[in-house]
């Protein structure tokens, strides 16, 4: 089973700032990563597929890069409405999540 | 308008059963595979099963293997998910999700039914 390893745990910045998720496969998933969003109560939604296309309607300061093992999800000067838990999927081998980042406001 | 919508989920008990559905409509069902997605109180994402869009592919996560049972529908637009042995590790939302074959990724997702196994 492909292990994805989600850095940090908890990001604290505020509004404005630049965040940096990263994740991290246990083998190689090639670009077959995905980035969903998730606010409390809410279903997540899908941020970027095939580890660099945003999904529709997904804003232009998302952004996602990588191949292999090794994945970063950047949002540009984060909004209020950021604030959220990211997990990254990967479907090389079967299907498998990340364990989650939560941005929280600092 | 896409829309997943999930029923079926409830109290049962350790032991016990229960069958979730997933009715879909807004894209063309028979089109999409569909996915299992569950999340215990507290923390993150299992994938649990998918099915294809023809429903002759099927594949489960090593949890549930044995316990539960993905299918469909596809003159109802309707995914299924049949729980048997439920055991307390099992209590979390159930998301169902669907993405068009050969997609890597879950494009639309349900807002998810919960499912508690307490006695």
């Known amino acids: 089973e492909i292990v994805l390893t989600q850095s940090p745990d908890t990001l604290s910045l505020s509004p404005g700032e630049r965040a940096a998720l990263s994740c991290r496969a246990s083998?190689?998933?090639?670009?077959?990563l995905a980035w969903y969003q998730q606010k409390p109560g809410q279903a997540p939604r899908l941020l970027i597929y095939d580890a660099s296309n945003r999904a529709t309607g997904i804003p232009a300061r998302f952004s996602g890069s990588g191949s292999g093992t090794e994945f970063t999800l950047t949002i540009n000067s984060l909004e209020p409405e950021d604030f959220a838990v990211y997990y990254c999927q990967q479907r090389s081998d079967s299907w498998t999540f990340g364990q989650g980042t939560k941005v929280e406001i600092k | 308008e896409v829309q997943l919508l999930e029923s079926g989920g409830g109290l049962v008990h350790p032991g016990g059963s229960l069958r979730l559905s997933c009715a879909a409509s807004?894209?063309?069902?028979?089109?999409?595979?569909m996915t299992w997605v569950r999340q215990a109180p507290g923390k993150g994402l299992e994938w649990v099963a998918t099915?294809?869009?023809?429903?002759?592919?099927?594949f489960s996560a090593d949890s549930v293997k044995g316990r539960f049972t993905i299918s469909r529908d596809n003159s109802k637009s309707t995914l299924y998910l049949q729980m048997n042995s439920l055991a307390a590790e099992d209590t979390a939302v159930f998301y169902c999700?669907?993405?068009?074959?050969?997609?890597?990724?879950?494009?639309?997702w349900g807002q998810g039914t919960v499912v508690t196994v307490s006695s």
């Open positions: 999700a669907g993405f068009p074959t050969g997609a890597r990724y879950f494009e639309y």
């Open positions: 099915i294809s869009a023809g429903g002759d592919f099927i």
């Open positions: 083998q190689s998933v090639s670009t077959s």
């Open positions: 807004g894209f063309t069902f028979s089109n999409y595979a």
